[in-house]
Every structure is written in structure tokens, then in C-alpha cells.
């Protein structure tokens, strides 16, 4: 097997012509008679039996040429792709057949071939970044939703229900006197304020007792997700079962040595603090290095082959169809009920999919420009990482991820890092205040602008 050549013939697409010696098709011929050979009859001989020179001299010498090629063209073809050092995207098309025999076969097929890019700047960017401050209030916030996870549920019988209350009740609801489906359950504990169902139906259970039993009248919203009951007004008859309220115990230091590692109420708080400052702070340089790529990305220049954008589109149904399996839902299944086809899921992706593929096309130049490579050490963490990660051995990820594709994200997180740390974050721009003369307005405008480039903290 050989390159014979290998020609750009378009924008982004290479004509490569290859050769598979004769030894090498008749290998693949005979292949091709193995795997068929059951299927054949030839007079004389038992179906599956009749040797493979029988089978070429009654139904011609070409008879297994088409599934040879089959088996021999792929080994063929990433032979030729390598040799000719190009980064191929799609699957070869426009095959041209020229010759197919005992010698060998000779033919042409085109590739479409990853574009050569131009980029913008991509160091000393400037981009806006929040500044990270934890208030007391949101501190608090956290507190009151670790004593409410911790809360008792206590029975009350001795009173009508109240807002905040959990109400174990039944229900069944009709809709011009018929009862509708889904809307009948028993014995199903409400929060009484949460909102969990639509508007004025937790509202009218306060003020009943146990025991009652009663109707209550609620309208649909007109946008509700049944067309049947939207906007419509139905009733509800209600039985209450119990009343309970939430316990919420008191904070102090037993609490905190009740439910954390920690011995005080400061200690906590100062954890808590610590805690919501870190994933604040990871927020705001995710978001800051978000908007650096986007920089980046919005400078690519040149013509994007529609199969890398297609791929791309491919991957994110994929992932999208992956994640609805592990809820017990597909992809068809989903969309189908939330009124779409593929095409118009498709469509929806396809501006975040040419972004993601300009993305990693100017990543790629920037590794080359940079001249960025990944160490032997640096491949090795890599994979225990991943080891790690999924609790397997190293050599059964190494056998599962190509080096290339290491070496690959090792370089392109170097790149990302490059742009990051050589840029400058500046805070963010604050709206001036509407003033109702000019002069004022003109005082406003100068500490904007000084403020603009600000290093943020």
C-alpha cells in the first residue's frame, strides 16, 4: 500500500490517489470469500463449501473485488493520510476507481482537511471580572438552610392549618364536573406556602381543621403545559388527613458539633464564608476566562468546513442524549415532547457549534505558534488523573485514550492558560444614575472612564 499523490483541489479539500499491491487485495480478496463464502451455491458442491477458485471461474474473477476493497481501503487510506501528513475531518468521498485486479487496485478519493486559521491578538487581552465578596446575609442564608435541613417534623392537632404548615391531605380534581387525570392523589403531604401548586389552591387549605372535608375553586394559568385544563377553573375537593410543622432546632455550639466537623458557631460561619468565597471566586474566573476565549474565538479568520460544524452538532445530541438516558428519557422521546424535530434541535446548536469548533481551531494555532508541547511527566499525570477519577488501572485508560489526544488537552490547557495569565481584568462598568440636569450628568461621566481599566481584585 502507497501515497501515489496527494493534491488540494478546493478550499479546505485534498485529492489523494493510493495504491493497494496485489499482494495485500488478494489477502483481502480472500477475506472477502471467508466471510461470504456460506451464502454462495455453486453446482457440484454443498452451499458454503465450494472452494474460493471454484466460485471466481463460475461467477467471475471479480466476484469478491467489491468486498475486498471494503476490507482493504481503510488500512489503505489512513496509511495514505498519514504519509501525506494532512488532518483529514470527514470521510473520503468522490471515489474514483481506476484500476482493480490481481495487481492491486488504483484509485482517487477526496478529504475534506481541517482549514488553516488566522487569529487576532491573544495575549494582554482586556476583559471585565467581578469582584468577590461574601456578605453576612448570604452567610446567614446558609445557616438558616442548614437548621431547616435539620428541622423536626412535629404533629399539631390542636389548631387549623397555617401558612408554612405541611398538610397531609387528599385531593381529586374535576374539571365541569368530570375528573381529570393527574389530578387526584391521597394522603400527600403539601407544604402550605411553597408554591408547589398553581395559584390559590395552598391558600385556601389554611384555616381548615383535621377532619374537613371541602371544596376549593382555582383556575389553570393560560400558559399551563395541559391544553385541556389551561385557563380553565376547576375544583378541588380536599380532605385533611394531619397538620405538621417544621421544628427548626436552635444554633448554637451543640448544633454545630451535632451536624459539621467543626466546635463553634464561628467556626462554622468562618467555613461557610470560606467555602461560598472559593466557588464565588471560581464563578467569577470561569466567567472571566469565558469571556477571554470569547475574544479569542471572535477573531478567527478563515472558512470553516460545514462537516466540522456538523460533527460538532453530532457531539452536543450525543452528550444531550446520554444525559436523558441516565433520567430515563431519549433523545426522540424528548423532543418530541417538548414540540421539536432534530432539524430544528440542530438548528438551535449551530452557533455554539461554529463557536466551539473556532475555539479549537485557534487553541490549535496558538499551541503551534507558541510552540507548546506536553512533557512525558506531565502525559503520565494525566492519566492518573483520569485513573483516578473513574477508580480504573492506568493502563486500561492508557489503552482507552490515544497519547495523541493526552497530548492534546495537556497543550490546549496551556494555551488557555497562556491568554488568562497574560490578560488584564478590569472591574466591571457601573450604569451612572439618571440626573435631571446636564451638569450633573457631566460630572458622572469622568470618574467612569478612569474607573474602566480598574485591575479588578
Do not use: W
Not at 131 to 141: G, L
Not at 186 to 210: A, K, S, V, Y
Not at 364 to 389: N, R
Request: glycine share 8%; net charge negative.
Amino acid at each position: 500500500m502507497s501515497l501515489k499523490s496527494c493534491e488540494k483541489t478546493g478550499t479546505n479539500e485534498v485529492t489523494i490517489e493510493l495504491s493497494i499491491d496485489g499482494e495485500a487485495f488478494a489477502s483481502a480478496c480472500t477475506k472477502a470469500y471467508n466471510k461470504v463464502k456460506g451464502q454462495i451455491a455453486v453446482p457440484g458442491f454443498r452451499k458454503g463449501k465450494a472452494p474460493k477458485a471454484f466460485i471466481e471461474k463460475y461467477y467471475g474473477e471479480g466476484v469478491f473485488y467489491d468486498d475486498a476493497l471494503e476490507i482493504a481501503f481503510p488500512d489503505a487510506y489512513e496509511a495514505a493520510v498519514e504519509e501525506a501528513g494532512i488532518d483529514a475531518v470527514s470521510n473520503p468521498f468522490d471515489f474514483d476507481i481506476k484500476s482493480v485486479g490481481k495487481e492491486g487496485v488504483e484509485l482517487s478519493c477526496k478529504v475534506t482537511v481541517k482549514p488553516e486559521v488566522e487569529i487576532g491578538e491573544y495575549k494582554g487581552l482586556k476583559a471585565e471580572k467581578e469582584s468577590v465578596t461574601v456578605t453576612a446575609e448570604e452567610v446567614q442564608a446558609e445557616i438558616t438552610k442548614k437548621l431547616e435541613d435539620n428541622a423536626r417534623i412535629v404533629d399539631v392537632d390542636d389548631r387549623a392549618v397555617e401558612n408554612g404548615d405541611i398538610a397531609t391531605i387528599d385531593y381529586e380534581g374535576f374539571n365541569d364536573g368530570v375528573a381529570f387525570d393527574g389530578g387526584k392523589a391521597e394522603e400527600f403531604d403539601l407544604e402550605i406556602g411553597g408554591g408547589q401548586f398553581i395559584p390559590g389552591f395552598e391558600e385556601q387549605i389554611i384555616g381548615h381543621n383535621i377532619g374537613e372535608e371541602f371544596d376549593i375553586n382555582v383556575t389553570f394559568p393560560e400558559e399551563y403545559h395541559a391544553e385541556d385544563l389551561a385557563g380553565k377553573p376547576v375544583v378541588f375537593k380536599i380532605k385533611i388527613h394531619g397538620i405538621k410543622v417544621k421544628e427548626i432546632p436552635e444554633l448554637d455550639d451543640e448544633f454545630v458539633k451535632d451536624v459539621s466537623e467543626f466546635d463553634t458557631v464561628d467556626e462554622l460561619k468562618a467555613d461557610i464564608e470560606k467555602k461560598m468565597t472559593e466557588s464565588k471566586q471560581a464563578s467569577a474566573d470561569k466567567a472571566f476566562e469565558s469571556k477571554l476565549l470569547d475574544m479569542v474565538c471572535e477573531s478567527v479568520k478563515g472558512e470553516i468546513p460545514d462537516c466540522m460544524v456538523e460533527k460538532a452538532i453530532d457531539d452536543m445530541i450525543n452528550d444531550m442524549d446520554y444525559r436523558l438516558q441516565m433520567q430515563g428519557l431519549d433523545f426522540k422521546t424528548y423532543i418530541k415532547y417538548i414540540g421539536m424535530d432534530e432539524k430544528a434541535v440542530r438548528e438551535t446548536y449551530k452557533a455554539q457549534a461554529e463557536k466551539d469548533v473556532k475555539l479549537v481551531l485557534a487553541i490549535e494555532k496558538i499551541v503551534a505558534l507558541e510552540g507548546i508541547e506536553a512533557t512525558a511527566e506531565e502525559i503520565e499525570a494525566h492519566y492518573q488523573k483520569f485513573a483516578d477519577g473513574y477508580g480504573i488501572e492506568l493502563d486500561q485508560i492508557k489503552s482507552m485514550i490515544p497519547e495523541k489526544t493526552a497530548k492534546g488537552d495537556i497543550t490546549s490547557q496551556k494555551a488557555i492558560e497562556l491568554i488568562v495569565s497574560s490578560a488584564k481584568a478590569t472591574k466591571p462598568r457601573k450604569t451612572a444614575a439618571k440626573k435631571s440636569t446636564k451638569k450633573a450628568a457631566d460630572k458622572a461621566e469622568a470618574p467612569a472612564e478612569e474607573n474602566s481599566e480598574a485591575t479588578a481584585e
